[in-house]
């Protein structure tokens, strides 16, 4: 049994910014990000992202994570780049320590690029690896090599990067289980310090989508895809890695703070708050969600014309957090934090919920410790649906 003592994030952390880089080379056929093929937008992107970051500034609020995502930030030189984290410190308090990781695909950066990002400020990377295996990337519309994913991961390693995440995709029509156990074994065996392993969903509106639609494939069958998760976990906790939500393991370490695990994205399951920028970029500080025009034109025009461009805003009443609260809650192995909650809402989780919860206890599906409520593996498969028994 691991006794290592967890970093448990809280809402009292610092904050997080994700900058949202619209651009794409061709888009992926089961993507629904937010992204464009025109890259001459870029430089007038680029002028916009730091006006809307000098209007936005939020001297409540300290930092500590920096995230550069996308589309793929990784078609930017490293001059735009050194901009965006210039400006972060300049507009915001950023701490010492703050995480800065950014997105690379495949086939877009070269070793003097990824020595430019890491010179600029970068310390994380993440790389959208989504296969080894050359029929699965071009299923998913993919442009590179599983050759071009090795070669940018070893470069990044030259390069001196110490914290290089992977993702992965399972679930692919016609991946067998040995072909999923080669990309896990080509993975580790490449020494990442923390994967990121996506079951396929097909979303609404995109080309796999529609095809799925018309019926020129057929999906995975669910009982394989479930199989694949469990055989994900066991293979990679083996390899050392912590399952520490439900798609993500951190590469363990003797640090009692974890550092492998994703700063940026635990403050998203966290409710701590964090700012969005760039075109559909979502921002969050409890109770309020708003977020940008998902339009690389609209959002120039508006930071052009000296406004936030804002496209809406909600404020979550107590039941739409309490909700949020459960389901990201059980998307992470330490699980719902019993007395957490009850500060939050003033409520007794265990009071509130104890029929749902004595039925799940009953069916397997999570487990129960004094400040605890977590997803059982077999519970893990479920979570969309336990999660909607707490409504
Ligand atoms: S998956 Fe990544 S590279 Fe592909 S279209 Fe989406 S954002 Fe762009």
Request: with cysteine.
């Amino acid at each position: 049994m691991n006794k290592m003592k967890t970093y448990i994030p809280t809402q009292e952390d610092p904050a997080g910014i994700y900058v949202h880089i619209p651009f794409c080379i061709k888009k992926c056929s089961y993507c629904d990000f937010f992204s464009i093929t025109d890259l001459s937008y870029t430089d007038n992107f680029i002028r916009a992202l730091i006006q809307e970051m000098s209007m936005i500034r939020k001297d409540s609020l300290q930092f500590d994570t920096l995230y550069i995502g996308g589309g793929t930030p990784s078609l930017l030189d490293v001059r735009p780049v050194n901009q965006i984290i210039g400006a972060a410190h300049q507009f915001f308090e950023m701490l010492p320590d703050t995480e800065i990781t950014m997105e690379i695909n495949p086939g877009t950066a070269n070793l003097d690029r990824l020595k430019g990002y890491q010179d600029a400020g970068v310390n994380r990377i993440n790389v959208g690896v989504q296969s080894f295996q050359l029929e699965n990337l071009k299923f998913l519309g993919r442009l590179h090599s599983s050759k071009d994913a090795e070669r940018v991961i070893k470069h990044a390693q030259q390069a001196g990067f110490m914290n290089i995440g992977l993702d992965l995709i399972y679930g692919i029509p016609g991946q067998t289980p040995k072909a999923w156990l080669n990309d896990l074994k080509t993975a580790t065996d490449l020494g990442p310090d923390h994967l990121a392993c996506y079951m396929l969903t097909y979303e609404a509106g995109t080309p796999l989508a529609r095809n799925l639609q018309t019926g020129r494939f057929r999906p995975m069958p669910e009982g394989l895809s479930a199989d694949l998760f469990e055989t994900t976990i066991s293979f990679l906790n083996d390899a050392g890695y912590v399952h520490y939500e439900i798609s993500n393991f951190a590469r363990s370490t003797s640090n009692e703070f974890e550092p492998k695990r994703s700063r940026h994205n635990q403050k998203y399951w966290s409710f701590v708050p964090y700012l969005g920028l760039g075109p559909s970029a979502h921002s969050f500080i409890e109770p309020i969600r708003w977020w940008n025009y998902r339009s690389v034109k609209n959002y120039i025009q508006e930071l052009e014309a000296g406004r936030l461009p804002l496209e809406d805003r909600e404020v979550l009443t107590s039941e739409q957090r309490m909700l949020e609260a459960i389901y990201l809650g059980l998307r992470q192995a330490d699980g719902i934090n019993i007395n957490g909650f009850h500060r939050r809402f003033g409520v007794h989780f265990t009071d509130i919920f104890e029929k749902t919860i004595a039925d799940l206890k009953k069916r397997r599906f999570i487990t129960m410790t004094r400040n605890r409520c977590a997803l059982t593996r077999k519970g893990m498969l479920f979570l969309d649906s336990i999660a909607s028994m707490f409504v």
